[in-house]
């Protein structure tokens, strides 16, 4: 009587402790409802407000520094929609951010970006919430990306870099045309006018007779990828004169100072434009250096520079099977200044306009399209390093 006493107590407790397994797991089912009909409340009410004319601010973390550059070289730490307002964005109802803590969580933000050029110090977001667009953020080339894109598979949404096909823009500059105010480049097929044959220019002519040296160029980054060192040493062993300016050459002239910008107009023939690496759509600051003054640029670097430029704007060393053929060139250049001041031709119809990476992303954030679109990168170090450069240049030296 006893044992039975025994096993009924037993097949008590043991429907006790099902039930209350049973009952743990349906709280825990039920919660988990909760949780998502609260995510698709907060969706409907998010895209309703979209749809509704954008009237939500859009935030946007800059989550990690821009190499040394907390700020990503902008002016403070958080900039608001005065910010986009002055720089004539077409949506302005944006907050731009490198503080984590301006929002309670950084869930909060719409936008958080990542440079991926280098690798970063300090853990990733612990948490991310469905409605967020991660970005990853790069202006150097492939050749120049130390952070490891491989373990970053199915992270981020939408990539800002200089590469054309990014989903924004991370670029220099724009080149207007003055008649229609239509920015024409960069562009994949930009549509150019033509007028480098019939361009002429007494005025002009009698202004660049007056310089006095081949060539010059700034550079501090020494041995690059491209060979563009050994480049400028065949160039000089062929006999083009070429002062270099920087840690890799010789000469020093301060960044910002007046001078430095008026030998352009005033000394020099052409502004040697070498890219540290031959990779698609690569093109720095250099070139739109040079364009901003009376001087030919002559180009090395992996991109297809009519995308950016208009044919007969610059000299692209690539289009040259040897260094002889292009040094023939450009003294022949500089014997015939008439046909030198071909190559400012473009001026008279175009202009180099300043750009702003944030506008765009402010804008697409604001897009209904663009936001409720699923999009990620399953293989973002393939997007970025297939067929993205070549170490051969096609001239030879």
């Not at 800059?62 to 730490?77: I, R």
């Amino acid at each position: 009587m006893q044992l039975k006493h025994i096993l009924l107590f037993g097949a008590i407790m043991l429907l006790i402790g099902l039930y209350l397994v049973y009952d743990k797991c349906l709280v825990e089912t039920i919660n988990s409802y909760k949780v998502l009909d609260d995510h698709n409340r907060a969706r409907a009410v998010r895209i309703e407000q979209d749809v509704g004319g954008g009237e939500r601010t859009r935030y946007i973390l800059l989550y990690t520094s821009f190499f040394t550059e907390k700020w990503w070289g902008l002016l403070a730490e958080t900039l608001g929609p005065d910010y986009f307002a002055l720089k004539h964005c077409p949506v302005t109802d944006c907050v731009l951010t490198s503080n984590r803590k301006h929002l309670s969580s950084v869930t909060e933000y719409d936008a958080v970006v990542f440079h991926v050029a280098t690798g970063w110090d300090g853990p990733l977001p612990a948490v991310r919430s469905p409605h967020q667009m991660y970005v990853a953020a790069l202006m150097e080339s492939p050749a120049h990306t130390k952070h490891r894109l491989s373990l970053d598979g199915s992270y981020y949404n939408w990539t800002m870099t200089y590469r054309l096909d990014s989903d924004v823009l991370f670029n220099y500059l724009n080149v207007v045309d003055l008649e229609s105010g239509e920015v024409i480049s960069p562009a994949l097929r930009p549509s150019w006018r033509n007028g480098f044959y019939e361009y002429a220019n007494a005025s002009l002519v009698e202004l660049v007779s007056r310089k006095r040296k081949m060539a010059a160029q700034f550079v501090s980054h020494c041995g690059a990828l491209s060979g563009r060192d050994q480049l400028v040493k065949r160039l000089m062993s062929a006999g083009l004169q070429v002062d270099v300016y920087g840690s890799c050459g010789t000469l020093n002239c301060p960044r910002g100072k007046p001078e430095c910008s008026q030998m352009l107009d005033t000394v020099y023939w052409f502004y040697l434009s070498f890219e540290n690496s031959l990779c698609v759509d690569y093109v720095t600051e250099k070139l739109y250096n040079a364009l901003a003054h009376n001087i030919v640029p002559v180009v090395f670097g992996g991109a297809d520079y009519n995308r950016f430029m208009p044919p007969g704007s610059y000299i692209d060393v690539q289009q040259y099977r040897t260094v002889d053929e292009l040094v023939e060139y450009l003294r022949y250049l500089v014997d015939n200044p008439q046909e030198y001041v071909r190559y400012f031709w473009w001026k008279e119809h175009y202009a180099l306009e300043e750009t702003n990476s944030y506008c765009e992303l402010c804008q697409k954030l604001h897009s209904v399209a663009a936001r409720e679109r699923v999009q990620y990168y399953r293989d973002i170090k393939a997007w970025w390093y297939d067929d993205a450069c070549t170490a051969k240049p096609k001239i030879e030296f």
